[in-house]
């Protein structure tokens, strides 16, 4: 088995801030996630990666960044932090290909004051 | 792009009932359906996953019906118990964006011992 890490587990940031959260697997897996979880909106894509070094917008993608420096690692930066943006972020990954299942970590929620 | 609606929202039932989660989707190109569950404080948990040409799956007192013609995908938790509180979600790809998982808002379920 595998496990994907979430650091931190809450972040706390400023309005205007930039704030970068990290994601790691260890499952080898080749596509990871980044996703949006609002109470009572579901899940939605900010980004995603199916390599290292490659970055595909989802549906949210406007006010953040990702980067896949490597594999196993997988992050996403708030350029400038909103209060709306309170939320929590879900990583997740899969093994290429069609209809693979989703690993997800186990979220990093964001306070902006 | 798709749509994927879940109903209901919240759902209360007593320990020993059913449980009976609906979602519906748009894409009638849609090829990989699942189900999640997640616990609070928690990542989503793969429960059950389904091809498109499987009509219906039971596994561990779980049972997902797939109507393609009416575009709609089930979840029933039959002898629901307490530690099957928790929200769950719906899922699905369409064959064209294999990367790209539609969720659906989620349905809070409550059992009461």
């Known amino acids: 088995g595998g496990i994907i890490t979430q650091t931190p587990k809450f972040l706390i940031g400023q309005e205007g801030q930039k704030l970068t959260l990290k994601c790691q697997q260890n499952?080898?897996?080749?596509?990871m996630y980044w996703y949006r979880q609002d109470s009572g909106k579901g899940l939605r894509l900010i980004y995603y990666s199916i390599t290292e070094n490659d970055l595909q917008k989802g549906d949210l993608s406007e006010g953040y960044d990702a980067s896949r420096e490597k594999k196993s690692s997988f992050s996403l930066t708030v350029t400038s932090a909103q209060k709306n943006e309170m939320a929590v972020f879900l990583c997740?990954?899969?093994?290429?290909?069609?209809?693979?299942?989703?690993?997800f970590g186990e979220g990093s929620r964001l306070i902006v004051v | 792009g798709e749509q994927v609606e879940q109903r209901p929202p919240h759902l209360s039932v007593r320990e020993g009932d059913s449980a009976f989660i609906i979602c519906t989707y748009t894409d009638s190109a849609t090829a990989y359906f699942y189900w999640y569950k997640q616990e609070p404080g928690a990542g989503l948990q793969l429960l059950m996953s389904?091809?498109?040409?499987?009509d219906r799956k039971e596994e561990q007192g779980l049972t997902v019906l797939l109507n393609k013609k009416d575009k709609r995908l089930s979840l029933n938790l039959t002898a629901a118990h307490p530690g099957d509180s928790a929200v769950y979600f719906c899922a699905v790809i369409p064959y064209t964006g294999y990367q790209n998982f539609y969720f659906g808002k989620g349905t809070s379920l409550t059992v009461i011992p």
């Open positions: 997740a990954s899969s093994i290429k290909g069609a209809g693979n299942t989703l690993y």
């Open positions: 499952f080898n897996h080749d596509t």
């Open positions: 389904v091809f498109s040409n499987v």
